[in-house]
């Protein structure tokens, strides 16, 4: 695809009228090559709409990824420097542990699914073709170790803010590096690092998102989709996926800037593990309580039957 059509393509992916000369303006082009442009991404299958004094709008509906649109959308970001995309492969966190040393810059590799992926703790994410949202993030921040502790936080609040900003449902957070919706998984991350010298040289975050609903989930019972909890709503994949790398991009830069004190409190609005009963797993014990506070540090509070105080930093987590 051409650079104008993908640049035009990521304009559109935001779901407002642009106007011709708008879209002329921002890309350096005429209007005559925008129309031109316009028509072949028609051709292409693309649903544009023209409205007078309005301008071109793109209508969206499909539940898959289009990998037009994911370039438009990656093409825009300050973030991400690079894309690979595979309708279909092993595990984007191990393809960008492969490939992580053949690039500069942060990569994103994203598929539709996995045949081998991989949550915390090595377990099995079952990933189907088509049926969610898989990516692994490369990120190259050069902090120190100890600022790593809060990057789960900014990250769960960035997902979470996306599906709310995109589908209108109402998730939550479950600490560490789970999304629940309506008390059930949507989605869960994973982040591995490499550092050296107490400096964190590279993150690898993997990321899956479960979209469309198949006998694995509903088998499950304990997992969602984002379609089945919209029912009847229409999803549209591409303006998701558009929501967000730009919310993984903004709280990505308030992570290397700030403390996770000034996300902490819409952090708090969206978690589910207070005012609840808890099963925690750390690797040293075994604990049942109630979730008290975070710390600006990153450190779970919890108060066990016997009133006893604990600070955890990194457990497994039923609820």
């Not at 970001?77 to 393809?95: A, E, F, P, R, W």
Request: aromatic share 8%.
């Amino acid at each position: 695809m051409s650079k104008t059509k993908t640049e035009i393509l990521s304009l559109l992916i935001e779901g407002n009228y642009i106007s011709g000369t708008a879209l002329a303006e921002q890309l350096g082009v005429s209007r005559t090559a925008v129309w031109k442009n316009i028509q072949q991404l028609k051709e292409d299958g693309y649903n544009i709409t023209a409205v007078t004094n309005k301008g071109y709008k793109l209508v969206k509906t499909s539940s898959r990824i289009n990998e037009s649109l994911l370039a438009g959308t990656v093409e825009k970001s300050s973030l991400l420097d690079q894309l690979i995309y595979k309708k279909t492969i092993d595990s984007t966190q191990n393809h960008a542990f492969r490939i992580l040393d053949q690039y500069d810059g942060n990569i994103v590799i994203v598929s539709g699914g996995q045949t081998d992926g991989r949550g915390r703790f090595k377990r099995e994410w079952l990933s189907p073709e088509e049926t969610g949202l898989y990516m692994s993030l490369v990120l190259r921040p050069g902090i120190s170790n100890q600022n790593m502790i809060v990057f789960n936080l900014f990250m769960s609040l960035a997902i979470s803010e996306a599906i709310r900003e995109s589908t209108g449902l109402k998730s939550g957070i479950k600490w560490p590096n789970d999304i629940f919706i309506n008390d059930k998984k949507v989605c869960g991350f994973l982040t591995e690092v490499i550092s050296a010298d107490n400096i964190v040289e590279t993150i690898v975050c993997g990321i899956g998102i479960n979209i469309n609903p198949s006998a694995v989930t509903e088998a499950l019972g304990t997992a969602t989709t984002i379609t089945g909890e919209l029912k009847d709503s229409e999803f549209d994949m591409n303006h998701f996926i558009d929501v967000l790398f730009k919310k993984i991009e903004y709280y990505y830069d308030r992570f290397l800037s700030e403390s996770f004190s000034s996300i902490k409190d819409s952090w708090l609005e969206q978690a589910i593990i207070f005012n609840r009963i808890l099963t925690i797993t750390t690797v040293k014990e075994k604990l049942r309580g109630k979730a008290l506070d975070i710390t600006d540090e990153g450190y779970l509070v919890i108060l066990d039957g016997d009133h006893n105080i604990h600070k955890v930093i990194s457990a497994d987590i039923e609820i």
